[in-house]
């Protein structure tokens, strides 16, 4: 039994991760810190972490609790320090999206827990929602031909707000290193990668803040051309004042894919075999997990066999990269070519 301390008791942590480790049967939560002690009576309460074991300093968990593994849900200025800390204490690490803000933070982490022996996965969950395992399962088949094409659109009326002391980080460009692009944006990148099933070598992008009084975008629109001559065209923001929209679809030169990221019809599929839309049959899974449990059994499966994570630092590298070649190019008005 893999004993589990948290680090940030905000909403994702209300909504998923607290849920996740007092589910599932190889972890116990045990250990809970964060800075409001509201939130750490509310969540120890709600999943019996005792009083003694709620903190509002998490360097004293680290030191005091006999913990297997931590995870971090924190705002993303913050991660970079807690993931070395945790690894430095001997503790294995999962990491909310983002890894974190820059390319040379996640550098530090990784080689921070490489010197300690210990491992490092990245929540890009959504990969282990079951419409999404089917999609790339059908597009690395070949059944669907080549995939040619990703577009990905999630603009909303407004940004989310925190649950505890600063409710607005993710406005904030030191907390949240950026707005919708590089807090939800970053799914929709990985999992244009996962799609496409190549990298990014080339991106354009236009930024601005146009509704909102904030520190950071409002909107983001990129272009992404792909090593393998795919391309994706992705648009996210908190912009939409008349309604939220969202979309995903991957187009092939035998077929098409629709994906929802919930609702009745998760996965959409068609072919030219047969000239007709069909809702593919795929697994339903517990309200608001949204694939994290699956990603954690297998991040425990690697610690146990030495394997590959299901998220590595240098995976969650590559999405970062992307994302951060956006603002450049949004700054400089030209497309920018990442590293391979």
Same mark, same amino acid.
């Given at each position: 039994m893999y004993r589990v301390g948290i680090i940030g008791c905000g909403g994702i942590t209300e909504r998923?991760?607290? =849920?996740?480790?007092?589910?599932? %049967?190889?972890?116990?939560?045990?250990?809970?810190?964060?800075?409001? %002690? %509201? $939130?750490?009576?509310?969540?120890?309460?709600?999943?019996?972490?005792? =009083? %003694?074991?709620?903190?509002?300093?998490?360097?004293?968990?680290?030191?005091?609790?006999e913990l297997d593994l931590v995870s971090i849900a924190t705002p993303h200025s913050a991660h970079e320090e807690q993931a070395i800390a945790a690894a430095q204490s001997g503790v294995h690490v999962v990491l909310e999206k983002p890894i974190a803000r820059t390319v040379e933070e996640v550098d530090r982490m990784a080689r921070a827990a490489e010197e300690a022996g210990v491992r490092l996965t990245v929540a890009h969950n959504q990969l282990y929602l =079951?419409?999404?395992?089917?999609?790339? $399962?059908l597009l690395r088949s070949g059944e669907l031909g080549r995939?040619?094409?990703?577009?990905?659109?999630?603009?909303?009326?407004?940004?989310?707000?925190?649950?505890?002391?600063?409710?607005?980080?993710?406005?904030?460009k030191e907390a949240g290193g950026g707005g919708p692009l590089i807090d939800s944006g970053y799914h929709q990148v990985?999992?244009?990668?996962?799609?496409?099933?190549? =990298?990014?070598? $080339?991106?354009?992008?236009?930024?601005?803040t146009h509704v909102m009084d904030i520190e950071v975008e409002d909107m983001a629109l990129l272009l992404m051309e792909h090593a393998n001559g795919g391309t994706t065209s992705l648009q996210i923001g908190w912009c939409a004042r008349g309604g939220a929209t969202g979309m995903e679809e991957v187009y092939a030169t035998e077929g098409q894919l629709r994906v929802r990221m919930g609702g009745d019809e998760p996965l959409s599929v068609w072919r030219a075999s047969t000239e007709q839309w069909e809702n593919a049959s795929v697994k339903s899974e517990p309200d608001q997990s949204f694939g994290l449990p699956t990603l954690v059994n297998g991040f425990l499966d690697a610690i146990e066999s030495g394997g590959p994570v299901p998220v590595s630092a240098d995976d969650a590298r590559d999405v970062l990269q992307v994302i951060q070649g956006a603002?450049?190019?949004?700054?400089?008005?030209?497309?920018v070519e990442l590293a391979p």
């Open positions: 998923r991760h607290a =849920p996740t480790f007092s589910a599932l %049967e190889r972890t116990e939560l045990v250990a809970l810190a964060d800075l409001s %002690e %509201e $939130r750490l009576e509310l969540l120890g309460e709600r999943h019996g972490v005792g =009083p %003694e074991h709620r903190y509002t300093d998490y360097q004293r968990m680290l030191e005091r609790e =079951p419409q999404v395992l089917e999609s790339v $399962r995939a040619f094409l990703v577009r990905s659109e999630g603009l909303s009326g407004s940004t989310v707000w925190g649950r505890g002391v600063m409710q607005d980080w993710r406005t904030k990985y999992r244009a990668l996962a799609w496409l099933g190549s =990298p990014v070598k $080339r991106v354009f992008a236009r930024i601005g603002y450049q190019s949004a700054q400089r008005g030209e497309a």
